[in-house]
Each structure stands twice: as structure tokens, then as C-alpha cells.
């Protein structure tokens, strides 16, 4: 990345800090919810070896309308109409039922852009990790397996765009099924 993406980035780390400033993780710790975001970005980058900004401002960005009142038209507007069309295809509709959302994640995963699907398999990856590590308060291990079978589901839609990222989620989703849910 050049020296003008690497602000763009910072710019989208700022205002995804700012947005998500009062939200946490549903871990016991509630953990600040921007760790999530900057470890897609390091999974992408480190593990996978993503360097397109794009997808890693994308991914710095992929909770704030689903989670906070950010709309698209605000991120159209800072980071541009890609950024702001990769954000689009990872958000859910959170109008609908949660369980017509999951279904649809599923029915739509393979319909999506190749950089929505990095994010996707970022994100995917990242919460089963955080499954294994730092689940969320009061989930049983039936609903922690159940998430991830829906996680894989989604992810078994989209093989085939970038191996080294379905490895890393394979190898978090057969982490999380032997140490966590057995
Ligand atoms: P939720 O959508 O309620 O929660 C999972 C989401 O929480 C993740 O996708 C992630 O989203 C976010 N998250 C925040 N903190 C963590 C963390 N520490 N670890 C992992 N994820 C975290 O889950 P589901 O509705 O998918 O529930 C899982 C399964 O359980 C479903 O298959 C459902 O059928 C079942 N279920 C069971 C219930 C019960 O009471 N037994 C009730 C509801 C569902 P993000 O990346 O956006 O932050
Ligand atoms: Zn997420």
C-alpha cells in the first residue's frame, strides 16, 4: 500500500473507533468491540497476506452500519462507493427475523464480490476463534456448536477464492469443534 492508502486505512480505523466507541464484545470480559475489526485486519493481512485496501478498510468497517447509525451513504461519502459496496454485502438486514438473516447469509455468500468474501472469511474466522477463546457470556456449547455449523455453511459457499483464508477458517472451525464443544 502506498503512503495515501495506509491514511485512508488510519481513517477508517478512527472512525470505526469512534463509532463502535461505546459497544464491547459478548464475551465475560466485554471486551471494547473494536478489537474485532482490527483482527480481521490482521488476520488479512498478517495470515492471508490481503493487502488490497479495499478490503482492509472494508474490513475495518464492516460492523458500523450493521452495529451502530452509521449509514452507507456516510462511508460512500469518506471512503468511496467500493469500500462502501463491499460494507453493503457483508451487512445484515437486522429488520428481519434473525433467522431469515441467517438463512439469507447463507443463500447470498456465493452471490458476493470476491472482497466481500474476504471479509466474510475474515469474520467467520475471527468469531470462531473467539468461540474457542472468549465465547459469549451464557452461551451453552449446543449454541456455540450450532454457530459453528451456521459459520461453515456460509463459508462452504464461498471456497474457492482465496485457500490460504479457508484454511485459517477450517483450522478455527476444527479448533472450536474439538476443544470447545466436545
Ligand atoms: P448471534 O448472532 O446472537 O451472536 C453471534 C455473533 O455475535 C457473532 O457472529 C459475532 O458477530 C458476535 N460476537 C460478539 N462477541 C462474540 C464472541 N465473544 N464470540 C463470538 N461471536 C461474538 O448468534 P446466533 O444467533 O448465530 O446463535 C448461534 C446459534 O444458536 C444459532 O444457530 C441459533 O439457532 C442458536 N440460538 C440459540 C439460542 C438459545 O438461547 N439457545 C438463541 C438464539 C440462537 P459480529 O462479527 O457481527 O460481531
Ligand atoms: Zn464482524
New binding site residues.
Given amino acids: 500500500m502506498d503512503t495515501e492508502q495506509v491514511g485512508h486505512l488510519l481513517e477508517a480505523l478512527v472512525f470505526a473507533a469512534d463509532k463502535h466507541r461505546d459497544q ?4 465475560q470480559q466485554a ?1 471494547p ?1 473494536i478489537n ?1 475489526p482490527i483482527g480481521l485486519v490482521s488476520i488479512l493481512w498478517h495470515e492471508a497476506g490481503i493487502h488490497d485496501p479495499i478490503v482492509l478498510i472494508a474490513a475495518l468497517l ?2 458500523t452500519v ?2 451502530t447509525d452509521t449509514q452507507f451513504t456516510d462511508l460512500s461519502d469518506r471512503f468511496g462507493s467500493e469500500v462502501e459496496q463491499v460494507v453493503r454485502q457483508v451487512t ?1 438486514d437486522k429488520s428481519l427475523p ?2 431469515v ?2 438463512q439469507l447469509q447463507i443463500d447470498h455468500a456465493a452471490k458476493v464480490s470476491d472482497a466481500a468474501k474476504l471479509v466474510k472469511l475474515a ?2 474466522t ?3 476463534r ?2 474457542v ?5 451464557g ?2 456449547l ?6 459453528c ?3 461453515k455453511r456460509v463459508v462452504d459457499q464461498m471456497r474457492g477464492v482465496h485457500p490460504t483464508l479457508e484454511d485459517l477458517f477450517d483450522a478455527a472451525y476444527a479448533d472450536a469443534m474439538a476443544r470447545n464443544l466436545v
Fill in positions: 464491547r464484545r459478548k464475551d471486551t468491540y474485532h464492516h460492523d450493521e452495529d445484515d434473525k433467522d438473516r441467517k469474520d467467520k475471527y468469531n470462531l473467539d468461540l477463546k472468549s465465547p459469549p457470556a452461551w451453552s449446543e449454541r456455540q456448536r450450532a454457530y455449523e451456521w459459520a
